[in-house]
């Protein structure tokens, strides 16, 4: 009786250790969070100005208490406490001086943080730089890099974060903080020894840390599971499913708490069900996916030539240099163009909400008849700040779709989620006018006059049009698809959109997909090298494991350790001569049937055991993998053979092996001909190779 | 030149045919919801009236057009054109023999609707019984029923949707929603050769259809993609993942198209971001999860038990006065009710909706001070209408929880979703006026204190709770977690809800697991006895293929065939004898390397072909099975042999061979000894006993 409830206990232990280890991840990494999205934004204003009665607030904190708030012509909050750098040596507003030092004072704040967070991340930690999303999923396919997700790496990805945001260059804290998230996964699964020894189930914890990290960059806790299954995740049981559920919840219900801004159970750019679609306007819909793909090809073939530069030219031996510079033509292009100047959230809330009738900012001139907030809000003949808008948005596009592509893979952290949903944001807003005002100028055409005539207020907003855009862009970009729609409605806490952004979602994936055949984290993979088996291409081939042991490149020799005429002499000559994983046992090498295979990390160890005893005169000694043998004087390694490989006939075709691989997770797959002998061995490796090989062709 | 574009062509036909018939299979299974929802309302009004100015309209649209409409103390419209039975027969209003009148034809026209669907469902479909889920996860898993996804089930299926629920029968449309959907997509899988002809391939299609089926039922598309991924499907790769997220979209947008109600792009039981929860209002919500988990239980326990002795009893031999018996009662039982009366999803917006001031009906009957539905709507003292509707909601929740019990599993078409949600919403109404009630007279009770101060409006809400009890109660009986979440999220439009929803949902889990291993869709499979393998449940076992071996229930003599020495004679006596799927081709019994597995299907075949010439005199003829043969006269079969059968050896672990069975849809399994020689055969159902012996201990 006392020894079942023991039983139990024990059993209950081993079910919740899981569930506490990610309770412990979605805690820290929600406190990691909270701490970079408060740090991240009072740096950035840091860059245009201070809170004098309190230096530790930001702007809009600064201005909650004071007595007078406004708005300038862009929707910036300005009150009284709120000094800009000029305002502190007193020169006046609305001057040149008071411009220019400001400009200064811009640039240079920016300059420190950017060259700050390089230096940092040179000195420390090498790994934290980049967005970290290919690497953590080639990690999840069964690859290990040492030290990828260590301590260091997760402190100063943390604080890169925060820097590299404040200096508006171009980059986001998506994928940084799904890295973050997994070095949390990767940290506390070693406190559970059933996470931390064993890799296949520390992989299942770090799926569920990576949708931490996208919920508690976006809100968004069944975006973040979705985008964990979806693009992260190799393997993906529905215990996992559920951890990670679990995990994304908690970590954003963390952030929420913690976060000292409004709106705490809302969305990041939230406007809720406020905008009603019409099915006419599908049509721009789609040209947005459309230029989605399209952006997302030139960005993908762009970022990739010039990471190539990079690799091969000297530019990429001065890295620290490189973030200087582009750091600096960021911040001289961003400051004079108001839409640029603020940072990349801020810009995107600004352009997917609609013009309210008291809203005089330069976004929203119209020509209004009304001026109550209470009235119907009706379509109106745009003026000249509209247009002016539309030529900052048009230049701010260029410049900064050009300083993206230069951004993505310099040595900061970098995410590319904000860049591409701002860009997208900037282009959805621009189709958008074009469109409200094709409408009000021609109401009667017979797609708009139907449908606009049902309409509460307005018939076209421009800022639904934004947030179609920020889609697609993002779709094209990463060629996400029910997790990027599921994203967009939390942030956006628009659950009736779901079908415009489902439209735009496809569209420019296929677009994307017709001109570059991957997304952007799949095309790092391949920049880098990674022994990444692609899991979700389908491969359609009808070859067997005879081609893919043909066209296999080097054509290494098959090495097979007969199972009982074998001496310690042959064996350590065979360790130094090849250096494979492990090699095949086999009942004799002329019949050679399968016995098992065994790792050369274990026939070194027994070797080094053995070895210390007397060297030479063992030279001759028997080494048997038999289970019970005759000869006493013989080493008996039985027990480090693995008596199950996986196996297969040349027969075989390729796509089950593809399918060992990745479902069952083999390395190392033994083949066998009609006999039943063995004829030779592939590896992952070689597989990945065939793969891409025929991908090629 | 010409030919590559044919070939691309091709290609593209290739990649699109999935698409597309994912199209076809939306847009029908839209249009069957939409007639069903239609159908189910005007049916299920007839049963209290009808409308005179226009005998098709529901009492709903009936009222628009009327000149006055107003609503009676449980909130239902009444208006001049609608005219109940007695009234039609000149009776007056709010007199006894009105009462008694249409309580008649309440029940009367009740049991016509379920007569007919019981009838309908013996005489023309009997696969169309039942809810479908169990099945349709059983096929997914590999296992074929043949005609259960035909045309016939389809139409009796959606018939009896409409007639079923007319008949306030305790049963919902979720489940045959999907099993409705999958015989679509069975149906236009059969137009594609790529997919009807491959059943692996057809599956992918039917998973598609699957979240579609609860994207129709619900309006709740994500939803529907993430049950079919974590309650229905067996194996979900990314591409299914896409194309039921399409499907689902397109199908949700059809029935929404089609649907003549309001509110078109939003959920069933809207009720958007309105509510707001504080952190103490957990302890409530993590009750109502407990409820919900001992509700679960309890239902499946006594639903299996009812199950169990209809089996054996007389009972299942009369399935239709079964019926009528179930009908009858639970409408006797329901008409004086007032919350029963009405349809499960009207009782559902009812218990959801919160009260706003100028509401009078008996469930909002409280001490207001404000009569102006702009001033603030803060607590108030409950009144004798809420505590007469809390007696009725309890008398409800009893009889309505019994007639559950014995209504899911009778044979016509019967969901759980909605029934599950209805007693879960009255559970949470009752706990929320409760504790509302608490939070009202202790109103300085330190939990409750700080947070209700912040308050904008009623600190406790009952219809939240309405709606998490919803949550809970679902999750107990189903087990479901993530999709049941976002469903959830989806039906109510609230997308900050989802921290309570998901707390109600893991506790509802955990306390289900505790008390009841799986799920009432599992419970029915192992009722059933379908052979499915499950492939959530973590199998922790030290064993090998031995061991599978040695427990194998039905020792069954093991055949090999010869792959040269084999007469017709010996095969023909094989295959009459032991009637295997197929058999294992070897070298030679007394070494019997495995050459290859044949079909018997395939081996009769070829004896067909051949016995139409002359029978007896080929009963010597060699058969072989080798790539040449040097006889002459023997018949060769080389092309029959599957030349690479999944093969394991005999110290496989046990986890191994069963990924094999659930990740590789391996079906037989050959087992080799040391040696490489064959030494047994393992089928999919000997690994499924296996699992289900291990599990009992």
Redesign the interface.
Known sequence: KKESAWKRFLALHDALSGWFCVLLIAINIGIIAAIVDIGAIWLSNIKTGICLPAFYLSREQCCWTASNQTYDKYQHVVCDNWYTWANLIRIENGTTTEYIIDYIAYVFFGLIFATLCAILVKTFAPYACGSGVPEVKTILSGFIIRGYLGVWTLLIKSLGMVLGTSANLLLGKEGPFVHSSCCCGNIFARLFPKYGQNEAKKREILSAAAAAGVSVAFGA??GG?LFS??EVSYYF???T??RS??CA?IAS?IVKILSPFENQ???LFYV??RY?WFYFEMVPFFLLGVLGGLFGALFIKLNLAWCRIRKKTRLGRYPVLEVILVALVTLLVSYPNPFTRMSMSDLIRRLISSCETEDESLLCNYQRNTTSAYEKNESAKPLYGVWLSVGLLCSALVTQTSLFILTFGIKVPCGLFIPSMTLGAITGRIVGILFETLVYYQPNFFLFAAECSTADEQCVVPGFYAVIGACAFLGGVTRM??SL??IM??LT?G??Y??PL?CAA?VSKFVGDALVGEGIYDAHIQLNNYPYLD??A?FVDQT?AVTVLETKQDKNELIMLPRDSLTVGELINIIHTYKYNGYPVV?SREEA???GFVLRRDLQLVLEQRAVINVQSNLNTQISFSRITHQSNSIHIYRLLN??PA???L???TT?II??CR??GAQTILVTN???HLTGILTKKDIIAYVKQKKMK
Chains 1, 2 share one sequence.
Do not use: C, Q, Y
């Open positions: 806790p069944i599971v299954l979806e049981p529905l215990k499913l559920w559920f679990f919840m219900l159970h809302l969305g809720g069900n009603r698809t029910v729609v599921v409605v939390e806490g659950l009736s779901s079908v489902m496809l899991v979700k389908e067997t009942s049937s399968i016995i008596r199950s196996t297969i006939t027969d075989t075709p089950t399918d060992m479902k069952l009609e006999k039943g």
